[in-house]
């Protein structure tokens, strides 16, 4: 199921013209940039903080500490937890991370540029009935390029392989009618046919190696000696901070299934090919909730936070079509979802992989796998099943995991607000929906004499206690509005002439341009009424 299909011809906007917004104003920067930067970190700059904290605590307001209805007309009930990113090594065997957490890689011996095999697809070609060799098809990449899009948008596929059309071999053979097989990816090739792909770039033919497995999981010791027995991970995800501490928080609080936890934190892993500006770090932000119900009703429960989730993302301002959500095939599904379980991605059509899409975040339905792994491993056994008063029953309680990333979401808002206009001086906006907005208003007297600041001040001073504003009495106003145009502030106030003998002040909304008149004093209900205690 995908819903809803969106209008893949829609031009997208400049991904190098974001990334260059974003360095100008503040929102994201290189990591340690004045050493040349590290692959695979980002930092964020002050409008960039703002945005992203807005982003957290909208989803922590909204999951843990709003009223949701459940599907079963009760109440979701939802406790945090805030865990340590150094666990015991032992929760990640538990979890599968130590033994599975692995990517496949390859290296171009020619080009030394370096691939996951698994986002490498490649092309069958048959010539004269036999199979010749392995490449893209058409006269050159340009045509590759044309019928890899036709076989991805047929077969949906779903990630963001914006790089998939470079990250393919060109034709080998000088073959240009070619019998059109699926792309399969170079992973799922035998040693023969791998020998005879020709890599993105290369001129030779079979210069890829072998697929070797990579374990994602950075590593470090703790404590004084850097022996095996010291060893740790950097956690690869916020969940299994989660399920090691489910019984105690059931054991802690008064929460009873079905019941959620919820955790906001860092996550880091080695990832092969950090790219995408922050959609692929190495050290990223995580949203995670792990629902725990009764197994009887997980069919229900998955649906509810798909659907809730989806929708979550839409409130915030990506309710065009470039936001998607797909169900997975029973192929994709991962290691712990049982068969017939469901797991959906929430799907944002990035302009790196447009006319494709990258994953926001994922809903899966993950049995009960972890409770189960964790209660093997760490010896509790059947003493860390659940007991349901209401049911009398002990059991493994299954889990509904929605899990975003903060990153992606920060990213997908970032592109989304993007808003080029010509008419404009700043000849861009960021249309961020007000309750994300780093800055929520800015102060402006008109000119900086005859009592104007004095109103402006006040105001500001006002503001200030509720709000993140900015008070600016200099330059000229088209290059206050420029400055607020492209920090994304949803309004402007500014203290004119009139506002001295009046005590109006206009207001000018950021996404018309239009302004209107309004009492000083009802700036502050006005702002509430728009952007609420968010
Ligand atoms: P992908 O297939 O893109 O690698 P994933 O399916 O491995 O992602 P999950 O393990 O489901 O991702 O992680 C949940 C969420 O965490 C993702 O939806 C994404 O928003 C975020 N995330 C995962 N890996 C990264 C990364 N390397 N950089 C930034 N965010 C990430």
Redesign the pocket.
Known sequence: MTQPTSDATAAPKSMDDIVALCRRRGFVFQSSEIYGGIN?FWDYGPLGTELKRNLKNAWWTDMVHRELMGPFGAPVDIVGVDSTIIMNPKVWEASGHVSGFNDPMVDCRETKARYRADHLFVQRFELDGTTAGFATVGAGVDEARKAIDADRARRKVP??YGGLANAIAKVRFGVTEAALDDLVPFDTLDATARAAVLAPEAKEVGTLTEPRMFNLMFETFVGALRSDDAKAYLR??TAQGIFANFENVVNSTRVRVPFGIAQIGK?F?N?VT?RNF?????E???M?IEFFVHPSQAPEWYAFWRDTRFAWWQSLGLAGGNLQLREHDADELAHYAKEGAGTS??EYRFPFTAPGF?????V?HRSDYDLRQHAEHSGKRDKMKYFDQERNERYFPHVIEP???????TLALLCEAYTPDESRASKVYMAFHPRLAPVKAGVFPLVNKDGMPEIGERLYRQLRKRFVCEYDPKQSIGKRYARMDEAGTPYCFTIDGQSVEDQSVTVRHRDTQAQERIGVDHVERFLTERIGGA
């Open positions: 695979g990630h963001g690869p995800e996550a892993r990832e950090p922050t959609f692929r770090s190495r990223f932000e995580q995670e991605d929430i990258g994953e926001l975040e994922g899966a899990s975003g990333g903060a990153d992606r979401g």
